[in-house]
C-alpha cells in the first residue's frame, strides 16, 4: 500500500514513496480510500524529526505525516457508530504518529474523526477544512467572546486565520485582521470588518481604531508577545504554536489571557466537524485549493509551503 513518508528525518527532499502494511477498521473505526490529503505548516516539523525529537524514543519509520484527509469509505468495524457507510465520500481529521498519517492511500480512522464531505465539493477541497476549520472552531470556543465583541485576527489570509474570520463572523463577532497589500482584497473577501496591515504596524493600527484594545485575538502568523498589545486589560489571547505569554509580564500583569489551543482536543468532535460541512454548503466557509500535485511529488509541495506565501492549500492525490 503506497503512503509518502520519511525513512530518515531531513527537509523536504527525505519525503518518498514507500510502502506500508494494509491496515483494517476495529471496533469504533472506519478505513478510508484516500484520495487527498492536504499538506499544513505542521507536517514540516513531523518530516524534519522535530515531532519525534521532542516525543523522545526510538521513531518508528517510515514516519508518515499529514492531518487532513478526504476520501471513500472502503471498511466499516464493528460498533462504529452508524452514521458511516461503505462507499461514502468523507473527510476527516487525522492525529499522526508514526507510520499513522494522513499521506498514504489508506488509512483507519475513529469514526468520530470523519464526516461526509460538504455537498458540490470535491475531495482535495474537502481535505483542506478538517484540521485548521476545527482549530479554527476550537480557538474561538476557548476565547467565548460574546456578539458584538470585536476579535482581531493575524495570518488572516491563511488556512487557520481565514478560517476563524469566517467563522467569528457567524458568531456575530467584529472581525479586524491583517493583511498585506496583495492580501487585502482576499481577507476582505473573508468578511473581515475591517483590514490592517500586516506586520510591524499592526498593534498600533490596532489601537488607533479600537483605543482600549480588543477583545480577543487569534494568533495564526504566530507573532506570540509582538501582537499582544492589541488586545484589551482582561481580554483574550488563542496561540497556536504552545505560546502561553512566557515572556510578556507586563500584558499578563494587566490581565490579558493567553491560551494554546491544540486541535487534538477536538480530534473526536464530530458535531464541530460536521457543522463545518453545513457552514460550507450554506456558503459561510468558503474552501481554498492553491494547487493538487501527485503524491510522489510531495517533496515538492514542502518546498513550496515552506518557501512561504502560498496561498490556498496545497494538496497531494493518491488517484
Ligand atoms: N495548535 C494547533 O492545533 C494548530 C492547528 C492548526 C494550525 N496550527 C499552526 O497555526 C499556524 C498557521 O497555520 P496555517 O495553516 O494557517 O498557515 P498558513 O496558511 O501558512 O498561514 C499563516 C499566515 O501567516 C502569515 N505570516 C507569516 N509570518 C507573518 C508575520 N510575521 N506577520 C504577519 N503575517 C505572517 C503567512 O504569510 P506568508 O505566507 O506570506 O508567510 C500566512 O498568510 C501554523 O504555525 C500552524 O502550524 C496549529
Given at each position: 500500500?503506497?503512503?509518502?513518508?520519511?525513512?530518515?528525518?531531513?527537509?523536504?527532499?527525505?519525503?518518498?514513496?514507500?510502502?506500508?502494511?494494509?491496515?483494517?477498521?476495529?471496533?469504533?473505526?472506519?478505513?478510508?480510500?484516500?484520495?487527498?490529503?492536504a499538506?499544513?505548516?505542521?507536517?514540516?516539523?513531523?518530516?524534519?524529526g522535530?515531532?519525534?525529537r521532542?516525543?523522545?524514543?526510538?521513531?518508528?519509520?517510515?514516519?508518515?505525516?499529514?492531518?487532513?484527509?478526504?476520501?471513500?469509505?472502503?471498511?466499516?468495524?464493528?460498533?462504529?457508530?452508524?452514521?458511516?457507510?461503505?462507499?461514502?465520500?468523507?473527510m476527516?481529521?487525522?492525529?499522526?504518529?508514526?507510520?499513522h498519517?494522513?499521506?498514504?492511500?489508506q488509512i483507519?480512522?475513529?469514526?468520530?474523526s470523519?464526516v461526509?464531505?460538504?455537498?458540490?465539493?470535491?475531495?482535495?477541497?474537502?481535505?483542506?477544512?478538517?484540521?485548521?476549520g476545527?482549530?479554527?472552531?476550537?480557538?474561538?470556543?476557548?476565547?467565548e467572546?460574546?456578539?458584538?465583541d470585536?476579535?482581531?485576527?493575524?495570518?488572516?489570509?491563511?488556512?487557520?486565520?481565514?478560517?476563524?474570520?469566517?467563522l467569528?463572523?457567524?458568531?456575530?463577532?467584529?472581525?479586524?485582521?491583517d493583511?498585506?497589500?496583495?492580501?487585502?482584497?482576499?481577507?476582505?473577501?473573508l468578511?473581515a470588518?475591517?483590514?490592517?496591515?500586516?506586520?510591524?504596524?499592526?498593534?498600533?493600527?490596532v489601537?488607533?481604531?479600537?483605543?482600549?484594545?480588543?477583545?480577543?485575538l487569534?494568533?495564526?502568523?504566530?507573532?506570540?508577545?509582538?501582537v499582544?498589545?492589541?488586545?484589551?486589560?482582561?481580554?483574550?489571547v488563542?496561540?497556536?504554536?504552545?505560546?502561553r505569554?512566557?515572556?510578556?509580564?507586563?500584558?499578563?500583569?494587566?490581565?490579558?489571557?493567553?491560551?494554546?489551543?491544540?486541535v487534538?482536543?477536538?480530534?473526536q468532535?464530530?458535531?464541530?466537524?460536521d457543522?463545518?460541512?453545513?457552514?460550507?454548503?450554506?456558503?459561510?466557509?468558503t474552501?481554498?485549493?492553491?494547487?493538487?500535485?501527485?503524491?510522489?511529488?510531495a517533496?515538492?509541495?514542502?518546498?513550496?509551503?515552506?518557501a512561504?506565501?502560498v496561498?490556498?492549500?496545497?494538496?497531494?492525490s493518491?488517484?
Open positions: 500500500m503506497r503512503a509518502v513518508g520519511v525513512t530518515e528525518f531531513g527537509g523536504p527532499e527525505a519525503l518518498h514513496l514507500v510502502d506500508v502494511p494494509e491496515v483494517h477498521a476495529g471496533p469504533g473505526e472506519v478505513r478510508l480510500a484516500v484520495q487527498a490529503a499538506v499544513n505548516p505542521t507536517d514540516t516539523g513531523g518530516r524534519s522535530l515531532y519525534a521532542m516525543a523522545g524514543g526510538v521513531p518508528e519509520m517510515p514516519w508518515i505525516v499529514g492531518m487532513d484527509a478526504a476520501g471513500v469509505v472502503d471498511e466499516v468495524g464493528s460498533d462504529a457508530d452508524g452514521r458511516l457507510a461503505v462507499g461514502d465520500r468523507v476527516a481529521i487525522v492525529l499522526p504518529s508514526g507510520s498519517g494522513a499521506y498514504r492511500e483507519v480512522l475513529p469514526a468520530a470523519v461526509p464531505v460538504p455537498a458540490g465539493v470535491d475531495l482535495p477541497a474537502a481535505s483542506s477544512l478538517p484540521m485548521n476545527l482549530t479554527a472552531r476550537l480557538a474561538l470556543d476557548r476565547m467572546l460574546q456578539r458584538g470585536v476579535l482581531a485576527v493575524t495570518g488572516a489570509a491563511g488556512a487557520f486565520g481565514g478560517y476563524v474570520v469566517q467569528a463572523k457567524v458568531d456575530g463577532l467584529v472581525v479586524v485582521a493583511a498585506s497589500e496583495d492580501d487585502t482584497e482576499l481577507v476582505r473577501s468578511g470588518d475591517v483590514v490592517l496591515p500586516r506586520g510591524e504596524g499592526f498593534v498600533a493600527a489601537r488607533e481604531r479600537f483605543p482600549d484594545g480588543v477583545d480577543g487569534a494568533d495564526g502568523s504566530v507573532q506570540n508577545a509582538q499582544l498589545g492589541a488586545v484589551r486589560d482582561g481580554g483574550v488563542t496561540t497556536v504554536r504552545g505560546y505569554g512566557e515572556d510578556a509580564d507586563a500584558d499578563l500583569a494587566r490581565g490579558v489571557r493567553v491560551l494554546p489551543v491544540f487534538r482536543d477536538y480530534g468532535n464530530t458535531e464541530a466537524l457543522r463545518l460541512r453545513e457552514q460550507v454548503e450554506a456558503g459561510q466557509v474552501l481554498r485549493v492553491a494547487d493538487v500535485l501527485p503524491a510522489a511529488e517533496a515538492e509541495a514542502h518546498r513550496r509551503l515552506e512561504g506565501g496561498r490556498g492549500r496545497l494538496v497531494l493518491f488517484v
